[in-house]
């Protein structure tokens, strides 16, 4: 079949998905080295918590904390794979799909059903790649508890030097699985913005927009992130006034 100029508009419309998704994983990345964003100002709050653990006889409610951050991500694991077990019925089923979207308001009458195929196939690959992402992330939560575990009594006698190394250590690996847990809710938001695309390929364009202004907010300008840095500029004001 001839490529038609919608044809090349919804290749433009996903390399656009793409780029945006992409460039601003980059972005996010390169600006929390200058500026104070959630997973930074958590980073301290872990560095925290794990110095506070290592001094604690009894560790039960850091390992439920732990436990209860691995069943939020398994939710969104488990729930990615129901979504892509109904994305592979609707692949079997297309031409229904598509008399049933063709039927509803503002359905795309320019949309023909491999269009429509190849969009839900879009959709398949990015709860595909959330599903790895949140696994990965399930799995070094698991490997906090094994920390945990491993983690020296309150009263070892060790270096506090060493103390505060296993527990920087400990902070860093259940940062890199609130990075993977954070890489799987992008994709459920990038998937969200999909949706609009099998009815209008320009409000899908704008989706995208959209939910990079939403995740920019959420992680550099929300309230929460002024929440939790009062939190920390009062700690340092305290433990400079008990210095001096």
Sequence with gaps: MPVTAYDWINIGAAIWLFAAWTGYARFARHRARTDHCLASVLHIYRKSWM???????????????????????????????????????IMASIDKVYLTISALPFANESMSPRQLQLKVILLLLIYVYAFFTLTWAMRQYGFCAILFGAAPAHDAQIDDEDRRRYA???????????HSYNYGLRAYYFSLAVLPWFFNTW?????????????YRREFRSSTLQALLREIKQRETTETHADS
């Design 168 to 178: 920087i250590s400990t902070a860093k690996i259940i940062d890199q699985a609130g």
């Design 51 to 89: 110095i506070e653990m290592l001094g604690r006889q009894n560790r039960i409610a850091d390992t439920a904390l732990i436990a209860s951050l691995e069943r939020n991500v398994s939710f969104l694991a488990s729930t990615a794979i129901l979504i892509i077990a109904g994305l592979i019925t």
């Design 203 to 215: 409000l899908f364009i704008s989706a995208v927009a959209i939910v990079v202004g939403v995740l």
